[in-house]
């Protein structure tokens, strides 16, 4: 899987929206961006992925840069409940490729 | 999303002794269970890979003899901690899959303390 490399913590005020980069310089082509997240003592939770477009749902945005190079994940009104360590995940979307390596992620702090 | 329960969610043994950790899939059939492990402050670390009827695939430096790993059934997959010893405390996780699709649900974890 492709590295990625993100900021170790950001914070956000309750209500505005956190916007978390990620850098994916080495992506190629077949892999794509996943988000998840953490909170505290509690496994992963999916949130969004995407290849080449920006993605929506009903958690979050995903913004991947023309290159895909760069992604950004948007919460668009932070609460506190989104406190938690958030990992950029890119990978091959394909038979065999099921596995996911966990970099050190970001942690977001929604500040009230 | 699929829902994955692990029991139970937190457990407290003493040194030597061996603890189960129960991983289900509670609304589909996991083909894939993926079991990993993570340490205070740090990321989760995949410990070994299972598929139903098969024997699990272990990470590098991962000792097989003393994390056994069962995944006899489409619903169900274990992770027995053999002779535990105080650096076994970690919070352990699992998800899984299912055949034909390429996601992966995760379990709440399970905090082992070894005292």
């Known amino acids: 899987d492709a590295k990625t490399t993100q900021p170790p913590s950001m914070d956000c005020a309750e209500g505005r929206a956190a916007n978390l980069p990620c850098n994916h310089s080495?992506?190629?082509?077949?892999?794509?961006v996943y988000w998840y997240r953490q909170i505290h003592s509690q496994g992963p939770q999916y949130i969004i992925h995407?290849?080449?477009n920006n993605e929506t749902n009903e958690m979050a945005s995903l913004i991947i840069t023309e290159d895909r190079k760069s992604s950004t994940l948007i919460l668009p009104h932070a609460t506190l409940r989104d406190t938690a360590v958030y990992y950029c995940?890119?990978?091959?979307?394909?038979?065999?490729?099921?596995?996911?390596?966990f970099g050190k992620g970001t942690k977001l702090s929604v500040i009230p | 999303g699929a829902v994955v329960s692990q029991h139970p969610s937190w457990v407290i043994c003493k040194s030597g002794t061996s603890v189960k950790i129960e991983c289900r899939s509670l609304?589909?059939?996991?083909?894939?269970m993926f079991w990993y492990r993570q340490f205070p402050k740090q990321s989760l670390m995949l410990m070994a890979t299972s598929n139903e009827g098969s024997k699990a695939t272990y990470e590098q430096g991962v000792e097989k003899d003393k994390f056994l790993i069962n995944h006899a059934s489409l619903t169900l997959s274990t992770l027995t901690v053999t002779s535990a010893h105080p650096e076994d405390s970690s919070f352990y996780i699992c998800?899984?899959?299912?055949?034909?699709?390429?996601?992966?649900?995760f379990g709440q974890g399970t905090r082992l303390t070894v005292v």
């Open positions: 609304d589909f059939q996991a083909t894939t």
């Open positions: 995407g290849l080449k």
């Open positions: 995940i890119v990978r091959e979307r394909g038979a065999g490729s099921y596995q996911l390596t």
């Open positions: 998800s899984a899959r299912e055949d034909g699709n390429t996601e992966a649900f």
């Open positions: 080495t992506i190629s082509g077949n892999e794509y």
